[in-house]
C-alpha cells in the first residue's frame, strides 16, 4: 500500500461574521486529500480531510514542506506494523522532519489537516466510521451513542443589533440546540451585559449560556468583565485574553468563581504544559478547547489529553473549538466532554450532515466509514473536485 498523490484545495468559508477581533469573509480552508494505490469499487481510497476553521488554508505550506517529505518517504515506513493502514504518528514525524521546535503557527494548521486525512483514510480501509478507530487506537472501550453538543454563534449583528443576537439564538433552538455560547467584547461592557441578558432569558437559564471574548482583553477588562459576570453563574467565560498570556488566565482563574475555558489557539503539546503549569486552570471546573485540525493532528491532540490528565484534569471537561464534523468523531471517539457547532455558519465545513443532531442537544456521528464527511451536502462537491 503505497500513497500516490497528495492534494490540497483552497476552499472560501461563507459567511460576513464577526467576534470581538476577526472577520470571516475572507477566510478559507485547506481540503486536503491522500490518495493510494488500494482500489475499491473500482475507485481509489482516498482519505479526506480538512485543517479546522480559523486560521485560513494552507496549502503553500503543504506543497512546498509537507508533501514532498511525505511523498519521498518509503511506502513501509509510514505503514502500522500490521500494514492495515498508515500510522499517523509516523507521518506526523516524517514531515516535521527538520522542523524547529516551538512557533507554532500556520504550520501545526497544516499538518493538522494532513495527519487527519490518514484517520479517514485509515478508517476508510477498515470500512469503520472514524470515531471507532479513534476509540480503538486510544483503548477506549466505552464509546458512548451520542455526546453533548452546544451551538456557537451569538455574533453581533450591526444592522439588527439585539433582535439580531435574539433571532439567531431563537433559530438554534428550533435546530434542538439547548446551550449555547455568545461573543463578548465587541461592545461596551454595558450593552453586552444586554445581550447576555437577551440570550439566558431565550435559553431560560444561565446555565446555558458561554461567553466568548476572542482572547480581546487586557488584564483590567478581563476582570471588569469577571467582575460583573460572575453573578450570572454561566456555563463558561472563554478566552478572557490573549491565549499565551498564562499570568492572565491565572488571575482570572482567581478573580472568577465560574468555569474558563480556554486552548483553541493553543496548537502543541507544550504550550498545553504551560496552560496547566502556569494558567491557574482549576481540575474542578475549567475547560480545554484545544482543536487537532488546527494543531498537528489528532496524534499531537492526544499528547495534549496525556498532559491535562496527568495534572490531574479530567478529559470531560474538553470541548474542542472547531463545531464541525471531525471533532464528532474526535470527541465521540477519545470520550471527551462535549461538541460545538456553528449551525449554519462558516459553510461548508461547519456544523453536521443530516441525522447527526438529535433535537435535543446531543449529536451522534453517521455511521459511514471514516469522518462521513462526503454527507454534507456543502462538502461533497469540493470533494468531488478535489479528486476529479
Ligand atoms: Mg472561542
Same mark, same amino acid.
Given at each position: 500500500m503505497k500513497i500516490v498523490e497528495l492534494r490540497e484545495c483552497t476552499v472560501p468559508l461563507q459567511g460576513n461574521i464577526s467576534n470581538a477581533l476577526v472577520n470571516f469573509s475572507s477566510h478559507s480552508v485547506s481540503l486536503i486529500a491522500v490518495i493510494t494505490d488500494v482500489v475499491r469499487n473500482g475507485q481509489p481510497v482516498s482519505g479526506i480531510a480538512f485543517n479546522s476553521i480559523g486560521r485560513f488554508a494552507q496549502g503553500g505550506l503543504l506543497r512546498e514542506r509537507f508533501f514532498p517529505r511525505l511523498m519521498a518517504a518509503p511506502a513501509e515506513t509510514l505503514l502500522k506494523t500490521d500494514s492495515s493502514g498508515f500510522d499517523p504518528a509516523k507521518v506526523l514525524a516524517l514531515v516535521m522532519a527538520n522542523e524547529k521546535p516551538g512557533g507554532h503557527g500556520d504550520r501545526a494548521a497544516a499538518v493538522g489537516g494532513l495527519e487527519l486525512a490518514f484517520w479517514d483514510l485509515n478508517s476508510k480501509l477498515a470500512g469503520e466510521p472514524a470515531y471507532r478507530q479513534i476509540a480503538a487506537s486510544y483503548g477506549n472501550n466505552t464509546v458512548g451513542e451520542t455526546v453533548p453538543v452546544y451551538a456557537a454563534g451569538g455574533y453581533y449583528h450591526p444592522q439588527k443589533r439585539l433582535n439580531g443576537l435574539v433571532d439567531e439564538l431563537k433559530g438554534y433552538q428550533d435546530l434542538g440546540f439547548q446551550d449555547f455560547k455568545i461573543k463578548i467584547g465587541g461592545a461596551s461592557l454595558s450593552e453586552d451585559i444586554k445581550r447576555l441578558e437577551a440570550a439566558i432569558k431565550i435559553a431560560g437559564s444561565s446555565h446555558r449560556i458561554a461567553v466568548d471574548a476572542n482572547g480581546r482583553f487586557d488584564l483590567e477588562t478581563a476582570q471588569n468583565y469577571a467582575r460583573e459576570l460572575a453573578e450570572y453563574e454561566l456555563r463558561w467565560f472563554e478566552? =478572557?485574553? /490573549? =491565549?499565551? /498570556?498564562f499570568e492572565l488566565n491565572r488571575h482570572i482563574s482567581k478573580a472568577y468563581v465560574g468555569p474558563i475555558a480556554t486552548g483553541e489557539n493553543l496548537f502543541s503539546t507544550v504550550d498545553t504544559l504551560n496552560l496547566v503549569r502556569y494558567g491557574g486552570m482549576r481540575t474542578d471546573k475549567d475547560i480545554f478547547q484545544m482543536d487537532p485540525g488546527l494543531s498537528y493532528g489528532l496524534t499531537e491532540f492526544a499528547r495534549m489529553l496525556g498532559v491535562i490528565e496527568t495534572a490531574g484534569h479530567s478529559r470531560s471537561f474538553v470541548y474542542p473549538h472547531g463545531g464541525h464534523m471531525i471533532n464528532l468523531h474526535v470527541v465521540l471517539g477519545l470520550g471527551l466532554g462535549g461538541c460545538e457547532a456553528y449551525p449554519g455558519v462558516f459553510q461548508p465545513f461547519g456544523g453536521y450532515a443530516s441525522g447527526c443532531l438529535d433535537g435535543q442537544g446531543r449529536a451522534r456521528a453517521i455511521e459511514a466509514p471514516g469522518f462521513g464527511l462526503e454527507a454534507k451536502p456543502g462538502l461533497k462537491p469540493w470533494i468531488d473536485r478535489l479528486l476529479a
Open positions: 478566552e =478572557p485574553g /490573549d =491565549p499565551l /498570556d
